[in-house]
């Protein structure tokens, strides 16, 4: 009981509400000559901001959800009123309308576009004006029912399917059951990566890395540099996906051996940590030196572990995982999928024998917790070695189609992965672990429980066959979705909602991110994971954009094309072009970024449905907010890589909505300027040249990736000509230097 504070005297309820002086004892003299309970007041600390604010939003969601019902219900009675002159036109008879059928027909029919121009003009006069109290008034000029009825009939002839809500919330849009049609999803972008990968992979099975039968000069140089790539490794790579326990790698396969190079795990994990793209790496060896070191490391310890080939260990099973991994960073899938394989099966007998069953006394608990927990998180190096064989068997993002490739079968080692259950190897953070390390594993749970919700969606949507979609199945997915960000997600995980309204500039939004004492790495990845999921549920079902004829000059940003011959150069006349402020969109260059496949189901007559329009909007802001997170991630926080896939996903929203070479007269003809504003368009065509200094800034190409590395810059020569703008001079593309021969 706390009868001082601030060097005064708390009264009790009693004494408070009479105003009498207390003697604050437990009774009080007071309390007790008269019998009363004496009680006391606890001190209560202020709210949490934290909590606050998220009252605040509740309370805004329950405003925002009466105003939605309050629109559908208007939505509603105005299509009953405008349902029977939409089906009989001529039931009305105004006053002092003519008897004559003829007078009647022109009324209904001929003066329907003075009807409407009129409609216009009366609509400029009407008022809405909102209230303190939350209401709201419509004031018009309207005086008589058959003005009434003449404005109606105006609203009719106009659109007769056209809803009151342009831009829907999900409320409105759970109104009712249906179905949504699934259109050809804009991947230009993605299926570039996926054909240029494979072409990679061809070019790459008729080369060779040059076998050293030395140890390369660096290694000479540097002692101990195994250990020091282990060291960065668990230093950067490792918070970005977290495969081991660190204090049991290190008791398990460093402390144990004299010399480090002798272990082939280190030896094994110093030729992935070569390949994973890292900066740190950099400033170690030599960029023209890594294939090499990489391939002597490799060598080193695939001659260790073959020394032990049939035994069933920990130690095997990593060495042949991080061997795997080696040959997918060198886009070598036949390969790697043979270690693959094998790390599998060695993984099987370890689960169902060694830990299995855990042992009883409490030393060897103790030790077996470790190395159990370091089990479990190699699980996460295995998905990463399947999902490389998945995508490259076309298995995994968007499907690329072709004609002539008959489907993939699945491999048998990717039939026993795919049964082993994921939760039962969930990471779990050990006592001894630092906070840093906390937060990533952490990380990749809650990215995993994201991935949980929208992959039934994805293989639905994106591999099934189907046509039309519920759209329940839609909304119950994004309200899912919503529910893992903003409910299962503990407050420290993520970023604060202010930093994502509508309208900030550049400069704002950033200074939200660094004023957000939560945001760092963690929080920014899951920020992007969320908001790409999200664009992506909608992704299929934007409206479809009828587009000009593609031109050779910008062959990479076209769909199901090869690369046309270069154009012979013939003299051509001068021709005078508009300045593109004035009567168009595009630059005297800007081609079309997009296939024919768009257009050949677009119909002219065809009406922009309330969720394509909805799907646009989620898209297009969803675009943009990757982007500025990508940017954050790699330009601020200084992060080695960047999920390309949540980039490209973006990049593709971006490149569709700015219209390349579409002039004004293209956009109303296709029908883009019903759901594209003219500064939506400028925003995507700033945001899709700053894509190329995302990738130019957060991935690093090794050795390998050399023909992917001149894809990319063949984009972006060609996407800057087509804006007539150029590269940015800050930074370079991370040019790998080939050491193959």
Same mark, same amino acid.
């Not at 899938?333 to 790697?336: K, R, S, T, W």
């Not at 006592?431 to 840093?436: A, G, K, R, S, Y």
């Given at each position: 009981?706390?009868?001082k504070?601030?060097?005064?005297t708390v009264p009790?309820?009693?004494?408070?509400?009479r105003?009498k002086?207390?003697?604050?004892g437990?009774p009080?003299?007071?309390c007790?000559?008269?019998g009363i309970?004496c009680?006391?007041?606890? #001190? !209560?600390a202020p709210?949490?901001i934290?909590?606050?604010?998220?009252v605040?939003?509740?309370?805004?969601?329950l405003?925002?959800?009466?105003m939605?019902d309050?629109?559908r219900?208007m939505?509603?009675?105005?299509?009953?009123?405008?349902s029977p002159l939409?089906t009989?036109p001529?039931d009305f008879q105004?006053d002092?309308?003519l008897?004559?059928e003829?007078s009647?027909k022109?009324?209904?029919?001929?003066?329907s576009?003075?009807?409407?121009?009129?409609?216009n003009n009366?609509?400029?006069k009407?008022?809405?004006q909102?209230?303190k109290d939350?209401?709201?008034?419509i004031?018009t000029?309207?005086?008589s029912?058959?003005?009434?009825?003449r404005?109606?009939?105006?609203?009719s002839?106009?659109s007769?399917f056209?809803p009151?809500i342009?831009?829907?919330m999900?409320? +409105?849009?759970?109104?009712?059951?249906?179905?949504?049609?699934k259109?050809?999803v804009?991947t230009?972008l993605?299926?570039?990566n996926f054909r240029?990968?494979?072409?990679?992979i061809?070019k790459?099975q008729?080369?060779q890395?040059?076998q050293?039968?030395e140890?390369p000069? !660096?290694?000479?140089? &540097?002692?101990g540099?195994?250990l020091q790539?282990?060291?960065?490794y668990f230093?950067?790579r490792?918070?970005?996906?977290?495969?081991?326990?660190?204090?049991?790698?290190?008791?398990? %396969?460093v402390?144990?051996?004299?010399?480090p190079?002798?272990?082939?795990?280190? @030896?094994a994990?110093s030729?992935?940590?070569?390949?994973?793209? @890292?900066?740190?790496?950099?400033?170690? !060896? #030599?960029?023209?030196q890594?294939?090499?070191l990489?391939?002597?490391?490799?060598?080193k310890?695939r001659?260790?572990?073959s *020394?032990?080939?049939?035994?069933?260990?920990?130690?095997?099973?990593?060495v042949?995982?991080?061997?795997a991994?080696?040959k997918s960073n060198l886009?070598r899938?036949?390969?790697?999928h043979?270690?693959l394989d094998?790390?599998?099966?060695i993984r099987?007998?370890?689960?169902?024998?060694?830990?299995k069953?855990p042992?009883?006394?409490?030393?060897?608990k103790?030790q077996y917790?470790?190395?159990y927990e370091n089990?479990k998180?190699?699980h996460?190096?295995?998905q990463?070695?399947v999902?490389f064989i998945?995508f490259?068997n076309n298995q995994r993002g968007?499907?690329v189609?072709s004609?002539?490739?008959p489907?993939?079968q699945e491999k048998? %080692?990717q039939?026993?992965?795919?049964?082993i259950c994921?939760e039962?190897y969930k990471?779990?953070a050990m006592?001894?672990?630092?906070?840093?390390t906390?937060?990533?594993i952490?990380k990749e749970n809650?990215?995993?429980d994201?991935s949980?919700?929208?992959?039934p969606?994805?293989r639905?949507?994106?591999?099934? &066959?189907e046509?039309?979609i519920p759209?329940?199945?839609l909304l119950?997915?994004?309200?899912?979705l919503?529910?893992v960000?903003?409910?299962?997600?503990?407050l420290?995980?993520?970023l604060?909602?202010s930093?994502?309204?509508?309208g900030l500039?550049? !400069?704002?939004?950033r200074r939200?991110?660094?004023?957000?004492?939560?945001?760092?790495a963690?929080?920014?990845s899951?920020a992007?994971?969320?908001?790409q999921?999200?664009?992506a549920?909608?992704e299929?079902? *934007?409206p479809v954009?009828k587009r000009?004829?593609?031109?050779?000059?910008? +062959?990479?940003?076209?769909e199901d094309?090869p690369p #046309?011959?270069?154009?012979k150069k013939?003299k051509?006349?001068s021709?005078v072009y508009?300045s593109?402020?004035?009567?168009s969109?595009s630059?005297?260059h800007?081609i079309?970024?997009?296939s024919s496949?768009d257009?050949?189901?677009?119909d002219?007559?065809e009406?922009?449905?309330?969720? +394509?329009l909805r799907?646009?909007?989620?898209?297009?802001?969803?675009?943009?907010t990757v982007?500025r997170?990508?940017?954050?991630q @790699?330009m601020?926080?200084?992060?080695?890589?960047?999920?390309?896939?949540?980039?490209?996903c973006?990049w593709?929203?971006?490149?569709r909505?700015?219209c390349l070479?579409?002039t004004?007269?293209?956009?109303?003809?296709?029908g883009?300027s019903?759901y594209l504003t003219p500064?939506?368009i400028?925003l995507a065509r700033?945001?899709?040249?700053?894509c190329i200094e995302?990738?130019r800034r957060?991935?690093v190409y090794?050795?390998?990736e050399?023909?992917i590395w001149?894809h990319?810059?063949?984009?972006?020569?060609?996407?800057l000509?087509a804006? @007539?703008?150029d590269?940015? #001079?800050?930074a370079k593309?991370w040019?790998?230097?080939?050491?193959w021969?």
């Open positions: 009981m706390a009868t504070r601030k060097g005064k009790c309820e009693g004494c408070r509400e105003k002086k207390c003697s604050a437990q009080c003299e007071r007790k000559r008269l309970p009680q006391y007041l606890k #001190p !209560v709210p949490r934290e909590c606050v604010e998220s605040n939003s509740q309370e805004i969601q405003r925002v959800q009466a939605e309050i629109m219900a939505e509603e009675e105005m299509f009953l009123l405008k939409v009989k001529h105004p002092n309308a008897s004559d003829d009647d022109s009324i209904v029919l001929d003066d576009k003075s009807i409407t121009k009129s409609n009366i609509a400029a009407w008022e809405l909102f209230g939350g209401g709201f008034s004031n000029d309207i005086q029912y058959t003005s009434l009825l404005h109606i009939e105006a609203l002839t106009e007769a056209c009151i342009r831009q829907p999900l409320a +409105s849009l759970s109104v009712g059951d249906g179905f949504l049609h259109n050809m804009s230009v993605r299926k570039g240029i990968t494979i072409a990679s061809q790459t008729l080369k890395i040059p050293l039968i140890p000069p !660096v290694l000479l140089q &540097q002692k540099l195994s790539l282990v060291q960065t230093a950067c490792f918070l970005h996906r977290v495969i081991f326990h660190q204090a049991t790698f290190y008791d398990l %396969f402390n144990n051996y004299a010399d190079e002798s272990s082939p795990v280190v @030896c994990l030729a992935a940590v070569l390949t994973m793209r @890292c900066k740190h790496i950099m400033n170690m !060896v #030599p960029y023209d890594q294939m090499e990489g391939e002597y490391f490799f060598n310890a001659q260790a572990v *020394l032990q080939f049939d035994e069933a260990t920990i130690e095997t099973m990593i042949y995982l991080h061997m991994l080696y886009l899938p036949q390969e790697a043979v270690y094998m790390a599998i099966r099987q007998i370890l689960a169902e024998d060694t830990f069953h042992p009883t006394s409490s030393e060897s103790s917790a470790g190395e089990f998180r190699l996460a190096g295995f990463d070695a999902r998945q490259v968007v499907p189609k004609k002539n490739r489907p993939r048998p %080692f039939k026993i992965f795919r049964y994921a039962e990471p779990t006592p001894d672990e630092p906070q840093q906390v937060r990533a952490m809650y990215l995993n994201i949980g919700v929208v992959g969606y994805f639905r949507v994106r591999f099934g &066959q046509e039309m759209l329940s199945f119950k997915t994004e309200q899912d919503h529910h960000y903003n409910h299962k997600l503990p420290e995980y993520r604060s909602h930093i994502f309204e509508d500039s550049d !400069v704002e939004f939200r991110l660094q004023d957000d004492t939560r945001c760092d963690v929080t920014v899951i992007t994971r969320f908001h999921s999200l664009l549920l909608h299929p079902f *934007l954009m000009p004829p593609v031109l050779a000059e910008l +062959s990479m940003l076209q094309a #046309p011959p270069p154009p013939r051509r006349k021709k508009n593109p402020g004035e009567t969109l630059s005297t800007s079309s970024s997009s496949e257009s050949d189901d677009y002219d007559n009406i922009i449905s309330a969720h +394509s799907a646009q909007d989620i898209c297009h802001k969803g675009a943009i982007i997170l990508l940017e954050y @790699c601020t926080l200084g992060s080695c890589t960047i999920p390309i896939a949540s980039l490209l973006a593709d929203i971006l490149i909505d700015s070479g579409m004004l007269d293209d956009l109303k003809e296709s883009a019903d500064n939506d400028r700033e945001y899709a040249v700053r995302v990738l957060g991935y090794n050795g390998a050399r023909e001149e990319y810059e063949r984009i972006e020569v060609q996407l000509k804006l @007539c703008t590269a940015s #001079p800050t593309y040019e790998p230097v080939s050491t021969y």
